[in-house]
């Protein structure tokens, strides 16, 4: 059975090696680049499996919560 993905960074390094492995297996993916022409070679290959989506639009960036400054939980014990 064909599972569906969200994979970030695909344009390139792990995410785009992710996708790829992920396509060839005959799932789809719901790949994010901040450039999307750089899939379209997986497009042309791949067709209606891979959705490219920009990762970077103005209007995702105004409605997006800013992150968080603060530093995480120490990892010490409390014991």
Do not use: H, K, Y
Request: hydrophobic share 35%; charged share 25%.
């Amino acid at each position: 059975m064909a599972q569906n993905w969200f994979i970030t960074g695909t344009s390139r390094g792990f995410g785009r090696e992710w996708t790829i492995a992920a396509l060839e297996r005959g799932d789809r993916v719901a790949a994010t680049a901040r450039d999307v022409s750089s899939l379209d070679d997986l497009v042309a290959r791949f067709g209606d499996a891979i959705l490219p989506s920009p990762s970077t639009s103005p209007t995702a960036m105004r409605t997006s919560p800013p992150c968080s400054r603060r530093r995480p939980p120490s990892a010490r014990s409390t014991s």
